[in-house]
């Protein structure tokens, strides 16, 4: 069995590439450049240099392919021609190219996200079933995306996974949640409480392979998260916890989160730099609620996510630790 991995040198995708070669799964990685290919170096994995968005594919990328498992994306773009560009644009390239292929794919498998359907807008767990309404433009380029692999579903076998926030070791984003926190200091968006699903990278993979490798899987979209959607009071208490701290909760209304992600905006389009929170990032993280159900996968599956929110937070730390960020 051999698979090829787009976005392979990035957070889903490292992790995904050491869990196919853990299964005796040979693995080609296609990646725009040479960095940040350290976590690859001790791995039985050939690197290729190409660039979807390019559209810069060989025939000869897929020979001997079973698997293809699309990773790559863009999650944070300076415009939303950019979340065009990196997540729709370069998906519809890619599928193209696989289903006009002769070589005999046996499944293609699209790791889209909980964005591309959008919050829980009824207080209720979104599913498979739940009609699209994405809040921002990463969500749209998403589904946009997901639109474009269902459209070859005749033409190649197709899986479209759906993960919840995911976080672990190489995860960045967190990363600054959790700094807060050390320093005594925990950010809670609005007034109320709100809630979010997330799930740890190792489950995640997991669940991804046991998408790839299940005959039922095909032509399936499954939603991969945890049983459990936190509170980000919970979230914030299992850090402190784990940090040994007893921050500060401060609660920052909505309008004050819009103003400060359209400052940051602002400053990063005027030192052309990508910043982690712009008025897009508002729009999701002022959600009451990104929670969904992942029942289907549980069902069909076997899918069994059994990292706990502590030992989950716990082994990020000693990641952020061990590199010397915390």
Not at 79 to 106: H, M, Q, V, W
Not at 294 to 302: D, N
């Amino acid at each position: 069995m051999k698979a090829l991995v787009t976005g392979g040198t990035g957070f889903i995708g490292s992790h995904l590439i050491e869990k196919l070669c853990s299964n005796n799964i040979s693995v080609k990685c296609i990646s725009k450049d040479y960095l940040n290919t350290d976590q690859l170096i001790n791995l039985d994995v050939e690197l290729i240099i190409g660039d979807l968005e390019k559209n810069s594919l060989s025939e000869n990328l897929l020979d001997g392919i079973d698997l293809i498992f699309h990773v790559a994306g863009v999650t944070h773009a300076k415009s939303k021609n950019d979340y065009y560009i990196g997540n729709y644009l370069a998906t519809k390239k890619l599928i193209e190219f696989c289903a006009n292929s002769s070589k005999n794919i046996k499944r293609f498998i699209y790791i889209s996200s909980l964005t591309a359907v959008g919050p829980s807008l009824t207080g209720t767990e979104v599913n498979e079933n739940t009609p699209y309404h994405p809040v921002s433009d990463y969500g749209i380029s998403k589904m946009m995306a997901e639109y474009e692999v269902l459209k070859y579903r005749n033409k190649i076998p197709i899986t479209i996974v759906r993960p919840s926030a995911v976080y672990g070791p190489r995860e960045r984003d967190f990363y600054i949640y959790m700094k807060s926190i050390k320093r005594g200091i925990q950010l809670l968006i609005g007034i109320n409480k709100k809630y979010l699903n997330l799930i740890y990278i190792d489950d995640l993979v997991d669940g991804i392979t046991l998408a790839a490798q299940n005959k039922q899987a095909e032509d399936e979209i499954y939603f991969l998260g945890s049983d459990t959607s936190y509170p980000n009071e919970t979230i914030g208490k299992t850090i402190a916890e784990i940090l040994d701290k007893n921050p500060l909760n401060i609660h920052l209304p909505h309008c004050i989160v819009f103003g400060i992600c359209s400052t940051t905006e602002l400053l990063g389009n005027l030192f052309n730099k990508h910043v982690l929170l712009n008025r897009q990032k508002a729009r999701e993280l002022t959600q009451n609620s990104w929670a969904c159900s992942i029942e289907k996968a549980k069902k069909h599956l076997g899918f069994n996510p059994n990292t706990s929110l502590h030992e989950g937070f716990f082994q990020t730390y000693c990641w952020y630790k061990k590199m010397g960020w915390l």
